[in-house]
Nanobody, 123 residues
Framework: VQLQASGGGLVQAGGSLRLSCVAS????????VAWFRQAPGKKREFVAL???????IYADSVRGRFTISRDNAKNTVYLQMNSLRFEDTAVYYC??????????????????WGQGTQVTVSS
C-alpha cells in the first residue's frame, strides 16, 4: 500500500491544520488507519486511529482537539487539528496495514507508512 501525506505547515499556537493521507488500493474501506507523530529527539508516538467501521481512538494528549476521519470514496484519511500547541510540533505520519493482535499504539503494529508531513507550531 502506498501512502501520500500532505497538509503540514507552520501555524501559530491556537491555530488549526488539516492533514490528509491518500492511500492506494481498492479496499481502503476495510483498512484500519492511524496517525503517528515524531518530534525531534523523541520516539514516534500514536496520535489517532480509525477502525474500518469508523470507530476512533485518540491519544490522551490530543483528545478533544484532534479529529480523525475518513472518506472511503477518496481513499483518504484526515486529521483535523485544532487548538494546536507548541508541543504538537512534529512530523506526522499516516499508517495502514494493522497487524491485529498487536498493540495499536505501537509502531510495530503497522506495516505501511506515509512519508510524513511536518507540522510546526510557533508559540
Amino acid at each position: 500500500v502506498q501512502l501520500q501525506a500532505s497538509g503540514g505547515g507552520l501555524v501559530q499556537a491556537g491555530g488549526s491544520l488539516r492533514l490528509s493521507c491518500v492511500a492506494s488500493g481498492r479496499t481502503f474501506s476495510s483498512y484500519v488507519v492511524a496517525w503517528f507523530r515524531q518530534a525531534p529527539g523523541k520516539k514516534r508516538e500514536f496520535v489517532a486511529l480509525s477502525w474500518s467501521d469508523g470507530t476512533t481512538i485518540y491519544a490522551d494528549s490530543v483528545r478533544g482537539r484532534f479529529t480523525i476521519s475518513r472518506d472511503n470514496a477518496k481513499n483518504t484519511v484526515y486529521l483535523q487539528m485544532n487548538s494546536l500547541r507548541f508541543e504538537d510540533t512534529a512530523v506526522y505520519y499516516c499508517a495502514v496495514e494493522y497487524y491485529r493482535g498487536r498493540a495499536y499504539y505501537s509502531t510495530e503494529a503497522w506495516g505501511s507508512w506515509g512519508q510524513g508531513t511536518q507540522v510546526t507550531v510557533s508559540s
